[in-house]
């Protein structure tokens, strides 16, 4: 039997304003959807109002005038209190879908999508990758976990800030996705940083050697974009990857050292800069 097809989402209510929240909110503007904006600050509603996005104060009271929302909040907690306690699920219209693109634990997903399945709404985990500059871009890739229905009605929302936007498998998956994504990046970094430092070390012009390395087998994206990019999130991204370890008890040794690796390069101000334009 066929499931129905839902009608794709055409309003969007954006919890969380910061530096990814707030351009993703300005694409789904510019990709034709009405878009409002939630967030505790009131300076990013403001800057969110200058993108045409429509200011809300409380979720429950526009829960009930859009058909999709989206998450991009900092913790697990906070997408939790969002999904379960702020009033926002059971305001909402059947078959809305919920997108959550904040980086979370699987588990937590797969909790709130039973809880939200029961409430006639949908739940995806859309977590994304790619960094700043692809956010400010429109151009991230976007990790799909959750059914294919939800999807289907929730891709007006995610293509519009995602070039690739990729399913996974059931719900979680797409937070399993992301989780592997940041172990192998964080890997890379912490290889050419090592690299670097030593190559620098023997006098080469660091520089020449990274636009070199572009066309070896020792190429990669984090090498690519050496100086632009930064180790913000890579301790909270290793902790996350290792606690799901322990979890499921399957052992990282190479991961358990790179998590101490990028805490010692993140006590260098702008060290992956520092190697590149002190030569």
Not at 103 to 113: F, H
Not at 241 to 246: G, M, N, R, V
Request: glycine content about 10%.
């Amino acid at each position: 039997m066929e499931t129905q097809q839902l009608q794709k989402v055409e309003s969007v209510v954006v919890i969380g304003l910061g530096a990814m929240g707030l351009p993703m909110a300005g694409h789904l503007v510019n990709g034709g959807l009405k878009v409002w904006g939630y967030d505790v600050n009131p300076e990013a509603l403001s800057k969110a109002a200058d993108l045409g996005v429509y200011g809300c104060t409380s979720l429950q009271e526009i829960a009930g005038q859009v058909d999709g929302v989206l998450i991009m909040v900092q913790s697990d907690q906070q997408v939790d209190n969002i999904i379960r306690h702020s009033g926002l699920v059971q305001a909402m219209k059947p078959e809305s879908v919920i997108c959550v693109a904040s980086s979370t634990s699987p588990y937590t997903c797969r909790e709130l999508a039973e809880f939200t399945d029961a409430h006639g709404i949908g739940l995806l985990d859309t977590p994304v990758v790619l960094g700043q500059e692809a956010c400010n871009n429109g151009t991230l890739t976007v990790f799909v976990g959750g059914e294919e229905r939800w999807l289907e009605k929730a891709m007006p929302m995610l293509t519009a800030f995602g070039k690739h936007v990729i399913h996974v498998g059931d719900v979680g998956a797409g937070q399993i996705a992301k989780t592997a994504n940041n172990m192998l990046l964080w890997a890379c970094m912490t290889a050419n940083f090592e690299v670097l430092t030593l190559a620098k070390s023997l006098g080469m012009d660091v520089q020449r050697l990274v636009d070199a390395l572009a066309y070896s087998s020792g190429a990669n994206w984090s090498l690519s974009r050496w100086g632009k990019s930064t180790g913000k999130w890579s301790e909270k991204d290793m902790d996350v990857a290792l606690d799901l370890a322990q979890q499921v008890k399957t052992p990282v040794p190479l991961s358990g050292l790179v998590d101490q690796l990028v805490k010692n390069i993140n006590q260098e101000k702008n060290a992956c800069t520092f190697i590149l334009i002190n030569t």
